[in-house]
């Protein structure tokens, strides 16, 4: 039986989350509010400074508390390099393996015409921007192993071709209808190591 006003809400914005459903929805509920003062009112108050605080990056399309993201910032990053990824989740799943030590670009997605996501609503004239920086000599494109994220790939090949950079794909290491979020760190790494020109 689900509980009643604030309660239900707040079961109902947890099914909203992936990988929870209404049932593990109230689960989780219930243990938050068994323990309100140690784990619901921090994470409450987490949630309200992260959603204050948290920034797109300008540069990047990645996600930080400060414009240019802590990446694009970093002195020790190669800026020969940019690794181009669907989604921030990509992002931070290159990030765990640490095989990586360029800089990022987050598309923000992939060209899907079942969905109605064209060129335009990606990240894509920006990445075409970066890239024709004299520092720029590679571009990585990271896109998930489905149709979408191939042919997102071969369409951002295409606009690169103008530019001076060798653009090259993940290797075959990376399963064809899997997604990077979900792949293990050496999966991840050798296909890094393995990649080849597009």
């Not at 938050?32 to 409450?44: F, I, N, Q």
């Not at 090259?168 to 080849?196: F, N």
Request: glycine letters at 10%.
């Amino acid at each position: 039986m689900v509980g009643p006003g604030g309660i239900d809400a707040l079961i109902q914005l947890l099914a909203k989350l992936p990988g929870l459903g209404p049932r593990s929805a109230r689960r989780a509920a219930l243990h938050l509010l068994k323990r309100r003062e140690s784990l619901m009112e921090p994470l409450a108050r987490a949630l309200r400074d992260t959603a204050d605080s948290v920034k797109t990056c300008s540069v990047c399309h990645n996600i930080d508390t400060v414009d240019p993201c802590s990446i694009c910032t970093d002195p020790k990053r190669d800026r020969s390099q940019i690794c181009v990824v669907e989604d921030i989740g990509d992002l931070w799943a290159m990030e765990r393996v640490a095989g990586f030590r360029g800089l990022y670009h987050v598309l923000g997605g992939t060209l899907s015409a079942l969905d109605g996501v064209g060129p335009e609503d990606l990240h894509v004239g920006g990445l075409v921007e970066r890239a024709r920086h004299p520092d720029v000599k590679e571009v990585v494109l990271a896109t998930n192993a489905t149709v979408d994220g191939q042919t997102t790939a071969h369409y951002i090949a295409e606009r690169l071709a103008g530019t001076d950079v060798t653009v090259s794909g993940l290797a075959h290491g990376v399963p064809v209808g899997g997604e990077l979020d979900y792949l293990d760190e050496g999966t991840i790494t050798a296909a890094l190591k393995a990649r080849k020109p597009v």
